[in-house]
């Protein structure tokens, strides 16, 4: 049949790729009404999102695909060895143990208390990982398309904490350097993995940071009022 000659393999990767990209436009399109209540934006209305988890908890446990299906996942790629395959997927892993297994330890140990995360926010948070692990890995290591042949062994042929004073820097500049910060790090990878799925990736990060970011802006606003330099932006230094 006509269909025969589109593997099961590669329905599964585009109808997630699909799914990122319509997630990123959702995204972006519910946070416009409200923010995610998890952190700073935890109140009264949030109680319809389930019971708090442990924020250490929730952030290992809904971060934790990022790591253990990447691994599963990028050795099955025909470009496994490849070295700009490993070089990106050094970076995502990187990032993601630190998110993973670093961040959760430190929140343990803050001085301050951090406030739990509704269950269905960190289920959705796990979802997003799972798919995300899935499309990078398997992207970076089978369908991304790199400038030379993979190495093939011998004898192969083929193929605001502050405000006004301290810390200064980007916080003059945006509320929330940090997300600007991941935005410009997802860019960079994005630009390394050089691929649809890569991008999908730096898409959503701003879909879901972004107006994150205009929420917190906002908070400080109402929390300092004039205190908080009107000019200083949320998320793109004289943008937005």
Known sequence: MWWSSWSSDEAVFSGALLTMYVGAALTVLSLQFAAAP???????????????????????????????????????????????????????????????????????????????????????????NLLNAYLQARSASHYARYPYPTPTPAGRRGG??????APGGWFDLVACPNYMGEAAEWLGWAIVAWSPAALAFFLYTCANLGPRARAHRRWYRLKFGDDFPAARKAFIPFIY
Request: net charge positive; proline share 10%; charged share 10%.
């Open 38 to 128: 998890y952190g700073r934006h935890v109140g009264p209305g949030s109680g319809w999102w389930g019971p708090g988890v442990a924020a250490p908890v929730a952030w290992s446990v809904m971060e934790s695909p990022t790591l253990w299906l990447f691994w599963l996942v990028f050795p099955l790629g025909r470009q496994r060895s490849h070295p700009i395959a490993l070089a990106a997927a050094a970076l995502f892993l990187v990032h993601y143990t630190h998110r993973t297994l670093v961040y959760p330890l430190r929140l343990l140990r803050s001085s301050s208390r951090p406030k739990p995360v509704p269950l269905l926010v960190a289920a959705l948070a796990f979802a997003f």
């Open 160 to 165: 605001a904490r502050r405000l006004q004073g």
